[in-house]
């Protein structure tokens, strides 16, 4: 069974641009989840998707969004690119929301210059 | 204080030795727990779930401390290659989902 897929694996992009990212979940999964994980820094949870509908965000600023496709499958943008968003982002699905286990996709590394 | 706090380490531990490593929580309402691994430059990867009777896979054993709120993963026979970082995560389960990533913990096991 595939596992969560990222896409591209890397980016490079230039301060004021956007970068959209791409993850699909494990097929049954219907929860997406993103992350970022900025150098030596821990998770910082972005954003949860369920069934198309955001349930949860953190603390970033609204120049982060995303959505989540009818196959479940998700897109984070980030808007006006700051040399800080650099960072590996990482996309998590899981079988249901809330209290289930989550399983990560490999990533993408942004990088912004 | 942090929802979620760990040692980031590193611990430095021969071949063979035991280690362990806690992580602790303020919401006392948090119900679940979990452990995963990360390799440098990788996705973490689930290494086990925490419940309230602890679990064994193999080496590893985790357990679950309500009253002192922090879970606990110890190690034994430690092989060259659990050298990595360990994450856990706590999911505190305020009406929405908010799962909370502790930095880390590192370890490297010496030859």
């Known amino acids: ?113 | 204080r942090k929802e979620v706090e760990q040692d980031p380490g590193p611990f430095n531990v021969p071949e063979g030795a035991t280690v362990a490593f806690n992580c602790t929580y303020s919401n006392s309402a948090s119900q679940s727990f979990f452990w995963y691994r990360q390799d440098c430059r990788k996705e973490p990867k689930l290494l086990m779930s925490v419940y309230s009777s602890g679990n064994e896979d193999g080496r590893f054993t985790a357990q679950l401390n309500r009253a002192s709120q922090y879970i606990s993963l110890l190690i034994r026979d430690s092989k060259l290659s659990d050298s990595a970082t360990y994450l856990c995560a706590v999911n505190p389960y305020s009406g929405t989902y908010k799962y909370i990533f502790g930095t880390g913990t590192r370890l490297k096991v010496l030859a």
Not at chain 1, 69 to 75: I, L, Q, T
């Open chain 1, 1 to 113: 069974e595939a596992g969560v897929t990222q896409s591209p694996t890397h980016l490079i992009k230039t301060r004021g641009q956007q970068a959209t990212l791409r993850c699909s979940p494990i097929s049954g999964h219907t929860s997406v989840y993103w992350y970022q994980q900025a150098l030596g820094l821990g998770l910082q949870f972005l954003l949860w998707y369920d069934e198309g509908e955001e349930r949860n965000r953190g603390n970033f600023p609204p120049r982060f969004s995303g959505r989540q496709f009818p196959n479940y499958s998700s897109e984070l943008n980030v808007n006006a690119l700051e040399l800080e968003d650099s960072a590996l982002y990482l996309c998590a699905s899981s079988l249901v929301g809330g209290k289930e286990t989550q399983y990560f996709g490999p990533g993408t590394r942004l990088l912004v210059l």
